[in-house]
């Protein structure tokens, strides 16, 4: 039986729980017995801890415990990187709970154990805490002046650089030059569920069991074993439906340390729910970053080089993939352009505020903001037509592999797999309409300017070194996929179901269950991070699927007695070399793990363009039209990739028009709540339209997958700052800062309007 | 403070201090998980449930103001059988990714096509604006709810 699952648009199987409330979300979970853990967080953004006194607290009734640094003896444990764990790091790396110092709004200090959430808030107000506050560091230029320390080190943990070529050779006699500054702020991966842990320590059977586990589950537990002192076998980590992950959820937190060290030290279950304020200070910030950035090329708008510096602020530590995005800034601000010189240099400095990690594209956002704005300028300096200096400059398919610049000092190479960026450019102009709507540009309509822009971007996919699945013969007939990879709201128990139906030739159906993200599902596993499940998992479900075939084969040929080679497994029945067949359902009970190893990347690839209205009087920004085209190898669900481009996309346009996480002088958050944290609502960006091809299959898995969880999120900066620019043309207005909020906007064209006047 | 009310049409008396949510006490008390906490503070929308048929944040009504009223959550709105109309389309149009949002989305989606089942795209957009989504980008759910107004339409005969 040959299927076809994969491509086709299969409705979800997790819908069925979700749509009906019985989604089960760790904060859903209350065994026994249990107590509720609420944290005391530094109100003040750098400073000396001098006494934290809890004994006012401990004395309020239902108040069962409070735990701060001193319970930990030989003091608290750090949190170590996990991807990019350099040596020069270990200074920044964060601890678990403030002992000494404090760096940032919302470290934890005490941690209160009680009999509901309700009584552990009431009683934080009566942990007392002396604090001498220290001058706090909140931008670059006080974090370079060198009079304010956050470490010993310093302030800069460490300067990536990005190099091809020979960028010297290449601007010393360009015929032309340009230097730009720009700015992306900083602002988040927010998940509609807030953080959680639940942890139980069973101490009969030594096993301690964490609840809330997502993204990264195996490598989670090696951190907490090694923090905790427990092997890594007495430690389940369990995965429960995670309301979205974005790259911010799932990655090893002060709490997810705090939590099981307060279940051993009370022998009670404890659960931790993070609220909103928390989570707006205590999850992984990211984005905050500048770039001084300048490029060389040929009067006819061919680009030598690439050059310049950029600054990354990295808030109060280095957390596990806190290097992540600055090291992206620095690789990927040529984009999909063959730019044969590059010298990009990226500055990690502290700052007093939430340390950062991965959002969604990190540092991709960023450099297509600052790139593709670049691009405009220029091709408006040199008078080509912007669409054609990036035709001029698109790595070309017959240049595949191509080699992006290489960064040190983490020595990592990488190379573009394959693609045809013109065809996804050209097809994001007809979708968009781009020739009938060109008269438009800068055109008063009814008191709204029109502007259009497009910009070409790359996603990176298909993070290695492995990832491990199993495939499991039920006696009932149905099959059981585990998974190394874990959930995150992308819809992988559907996506695994058809690529498992497939692989298997068995109805959809019979792929009973697919159980992701628990460390006892599989020997090894990595996770949902890079756009990698389906690419990694994906193949590694395709190896599964052939040993469990091999097994079959191998139990076969003893029964039938016979070689193995002579089995044939097909259509529900394993047949011998005298026609002699059995049922597959005799060989209940088999099971294989497969595995995929990589370590090479995915390259997904395409073109947005936006069509935008800019309203003078009040600096409204709108969106008319907005064609997002992405080439992503192979489909395996249209329904899902569209909702993964179009939300991504919607992100993306939070980042460039709404969110900021704005903190003061004295470090303090601002935007503490959602009232002032703003992120997008179902009336903001209405029009858009996402299409989705399969012309370049990746040629380094089989699946020929690439990932494609993040292009939407992308190009949309660059895009729609370039649209502003277009429709305040005559007044030359040039964004070069983000979010284009209304009052900035407004602010650009009357400073233009001033300077007109002038 | 004893209190009675109704929850999806069951009687039930719970004993609650008066600074509890409604939100807290269906989900700790009653143990109702389906209604989500995003934010408590009025602003997301996922704890969205009916109250005597109003869409209601849970987060932002106590528990004791509950007294004499008929609450309906997502629970409510779902049978074991099969999905409810509104439920089929969620899912046809893929509205849903996490599904933390969902429940608030289905209960708001339920208060308004049962008093409005001829609303066009803006009063959809205008209504869910009050609830936030982060994975979907929300087009998928407003094109959910419109295809789900038949659903809610009254027979001809019935009308008026």
Redo the contacts between chains.
Sequence with gaps: MKNTFIGAPV??R????????????V??L?PQGLLHAVILRSAVAHGRVRSVDASEALAMPGVRAVITAQDMPGGPPIIPMRLQPLPDFKPFEQPVIAADKVRYVGEPIAVVLADSA?IGEDALEAIAVDIEPLPPVTDRATATRGDRRLFEKGNTALVFNAVRGDAAAAFKDAPYRRREHFKTQRHYG?????RGVLAEWDAGAGILRVFGAAKVPFFNRRILAAQIGLPEAAIDMVEN??????GARGEFYPEDFLIPFAARHAGRPVRWIE??RENLMAMNHAREAEADVEIACTRDGVILGLRGNTYADMGAYMRTNGAVGARNVAQFMSGPYRIENVDIDVTLFMTNKTPVGTYRGPGRFETDFFRERLFDMVAKDLGIDRIEFRRRNLVADAEMPYRLATITPFESKDELDSGDYQSTLDRCLTEIGWNEKQKLQGQLIDGRYHGLALGCFIEGGAAGPKETVKVALNDDATFTVLMGSSA????VETVFAQIAADALEVPLERIREVLHGSTAYVSDGYGAYHSRSVVMGGSALLDAVEKFRAAVRAEAAKRFGCAEDAVRVGDDKVTGPDGRTLALKEFAGTAAEGFFLNKKHTWTYGAHAAHVTVDPKTGRVEILDYAAVEDVGRIINP??L??QV??????GLGGAFLEHLVYDDQGQLLTG???DYL????????N?RSVTTELKPSPINPLGAKGAGEGGIIAAGGVVANAVANALGDFGVEPRELPLSPPRVWEMINAARSAAVE | MPTRFEVNGKAVEVNV?P??TLADCL??VL???????????G??G?CTVLVDGEAVRACLMLAVQAEGRQVT???GL?NDDD?TPL?KS???H?A????????GM?TTAHALLSEEPDCD?DR???V???????????????EAVLDARAAYRKPAGDRG
């Design positions: 409705e979800r997790e819908d069925l729980r979700f749509l009906r409330g019985r989604g089960q979300y904060g859903d209350a309700a927010l998940t509609m569920e807030p439906d995670v309301g979205g992950g974005f609220d909103r995150v709201g992308q819809g329904n899902t569209k909702g179009i939300g991504s996309l919607v992100q709540s959602l009232m992120l997008p609502t179902a009336s903001d960006f209405p858009l | 201090e600074r509890m989900r700790e143990r109702l998980t389906g209604t989500h906490l995003g934010c408590e503070h602003v997301c996922a959550t997502v629970e779902s999905l439920q969620f899912r046809k893929h849903l990714q996490c599904g933390f949002c969902t429940p289905i795209a959809v957009r205008d869910l604006s009050g609830n936030i989504c982060r994975c979907t980008g929300y087009i998928p759910i407003v």
